[in-house]
């Protein structure tokens, strides 16, 4: 079955950096545009910053332009959120996404603390 598993996530002092993985498995990852987006406490989930499949073309939320970078190995069925400078209001739960016409799978999500 599909499976995306996220890791990577923790506490970290501001100006720190993480990165985080997602570990597909259940469908043709290379074929899939895939996301990471963010929800923080009593807010909406927001998109993050994406990676297509057909180009690798890459797009990001205005506010983490500049400091996270999102890439993809197909041959590891993975993809990543390199986030460095990370801010207070980084804190979220990052959740993976992947994507294909109607087809949308979604990760549990892994927990990320910006705080000193």
């Known amino acids: 079955q599909v499976q995306l598993v996220e890791s990577g996530g923790g506490l970290v002092q501001p100006g720190g950096s993480l990165r985080l993985s997602c570990a597909a498995s259940?469908?043709?990852?290379?074929?899939?545009?895939m996301s990471w987006y963010r929800q923080a406490s009593g807010k909406e989930r927001e998109l993050v910053a994406r990676i297509r499949s057909i180009d690798g073309s890459r797009n990001y939320e205005d506010s983490v332009k500049g400091r996270f970078a999102i890439s993809r190995d197909n041959a590891k069925n993975t993809v990543y959120l390199q986030m460095n400078s990370l801010k207070p209001e980084d804190t979220a739960v990052y959740l993976c996404n992947a994507r294909k016409a109607w087809l949308d799978y979604w990760g549990q999500g892994t927990q990320v603390t910006v705080s000193s």
């Open positions: 259940g469908f043709t990852f290379s074929t899939y545009d």
